[in-house]
């Protein structure tokens, strides 16, 4: 049965949540105006901008807590859902500064204030939260809201997750406060009531530092006879050997001791509250752990906040401290927008719901991906529509729907600079239709969490399947397709460059359908980049092997089950491989065919097949084609590339043999 609202929290007095108009956020917001105007896209703020404006908010602070939208959002659609920031234990509502421009370009934003003097407990904040809730959703029925918390704010989510199950929630919960009671925050409380009241400690010396050597040097100190208080005057004046970027005067204006107690207090309330109700939690969650975060155990908690939620995911942030939002670590839209996490209705649907890469978002992901393209330093060439081969990717037709069909080398290698070129070039994102198992979220994390499959949501990646096809098509959009599949990209030893296709025409009709131009492309490497030592004929003779094999098959479903020949082997196994001294890769896309027009001629599935052989005839010449020019490629060596970039700069094309 569906909890109504108000049944989980005591009254909040009086606050009312609103939906600021452009004339009330200017109101609401006008201590935080003079700031909006140092961001633009690709400036990231940080610390300092977070201690400055944190000082600007509560120089004239009073009043109950409330919303304010920041000003320096990006432009977003109309269509935007609503994402609730819920403050960590500072409570100022500037965690997010950092992602204010990036987040507004896809999110309505609301960031709650608490002042520093207000004593709301936590079941009033949960209500204040609730009570906006219910009246966005009254008037936004069918889009989820967001609701973004951290430590303490993460609570205030999950409480009001936990007690509105009837509404579609999202929550993004980073190092929840929920493990308070297995965390030294607990021993700050005697400790902050003998701290004398002419010294500030500040929150990042007494909480950040709370770890297992400050506890040492007090019991140490202790043991040679001081008191607690001498103990405590002494840390506080060391205080002065923190970073100066880190504002101890706004730190202490933020977090007097009063408050700060107050607060401490509030996060035992709010753990005990929230641990009592996590069977109650049905919404989607996605958890940020810090694994160097010195005021909660965040790492272990995530872990059971994982397995505790049905619908819990996780991304840790291993090198990352508690506060994870004002970090160089983490780009909170494009972990949303990677992990699945962002749709704008109350199913996700990956085509529709897809946010376009931003040309910040590329380069971030390309300095990571960067040592791929040099190490392979792939050369592309393209056909024109007069049939003349260019370097390249001049050949590829701007306007869509366009379908680039190929091969897939080993474990799918040529992927990561395939559409990394495609963008370089030509600000074209592929869309990949990929196998479902890069999709499928499994409980035991073997599929979870990793850096390569959040790029294939940031790089449009959808599952194969024939709605999606149609969808992409309709976008008119630059679609990557493999009809080899998996049993192309986890092929046997001996079978490299062999197609596996199916039998039937899967995509012609379809393509026709919607006048989608195909480019038929061909890729080699060397060899494979590595010679392959236990294929699958090896490990499935292999019991251990099997088992494993069959299970995680099993586990994500296989596809073609239907299909006749060699590419309904879909087994899943991860190939073992020597890998080889990096050669060159080489991209050859041949000449768009069109299906405009078609339409008629391309149903009768005879025709339609003809076509199907056709494209796989041209991809298999310019695989070919390949083979035989990188035999007259001077620089198909990693050492004769490396010699001419020491000679001409890194950043210089190397040559390749002539066309």
Known sequence: MATTAGACFFAAGSFQAFRPSPRRVAATTKTTARFAEMNVE????????????????????????????????????????????????????????????????????????????????????????????????????????????????????????????????????????????KSQLQTVLPLLEVIPDHFHLSLRYVLSSMTGDLLKRVSGILVRGQTLQQTVGGLCQDSVALPLYLSLQVLTDILPQETLIWKLQMLKTASTFVNARLHAVEAQTLIFSSGRDQLLPSLEEGERLFHALPNGEIRRAGDSGHFLFLEDGIDLASAIKGSYFYRRGKYLDRVSDYVPLTPSEFNKLNLILSYIEQMFSPVTLSTLEDGMIVRGLGGIPMEGPVLIVGYHMLLGIELIPLVCQFFIQRKIILRGMAHPMLFVKLKDGRLLDSFPFDQIGIFGGVPVSAVNFYKLLSLKSHILLYPGGIREALHRKGEEYKLFWPEQSEFIRMAARFGAKIVPFGVVGEDDFGDVLLDYDDQIKIPFMKSIIEEFTNSVGNLRTETRGEVANQDLHFPMFLPKVPGRFYYYFGKPIETEGRKQELRDKGKAHELYLQVQDEIEKNIAFLKEKREKDPYRSVLSRLAYQAAHGVTSEIPTFEI
């Open 42 to 181: 690709g400036t990231r703020k940080g610390l300092r901008e977070y201690f400055e404006e944190s000082k600007v908010m509560i120089k004239s602070d009073g009043g109950p807590p409330r919303w304010f939208s920041p000003l320096e959002t990006g432009a977003r659609s109309h269509d935007s859902p609503l994402l609730l920031f819920l403050p960590g234990i500072d409570g100022v509502g500037l965690g997010l500064v950092r992602h204010h421009y990036s987040l507004g370009k896809i999110f309505d934003i609301w960031c709650l204030h608490i002042p520093v003097k207000d004593r709301t407990s936590f079941a009033g904040l949960s209500k204040l939260v609730e009570k906006t809730v219910r009246s966005e959703v009254k008037r936004s029925p069918n889009r989820p809201i967001y609701l973004v918390g951290e430590s303490l704010g993460a609570c205030i989510a999950l409480a009001v997750a936990s007690c509105n199950p009837d509404v579609d929630l999202v929550l993004i919960l980073a190092n929840p406060a929920t493990s308070f009671s």
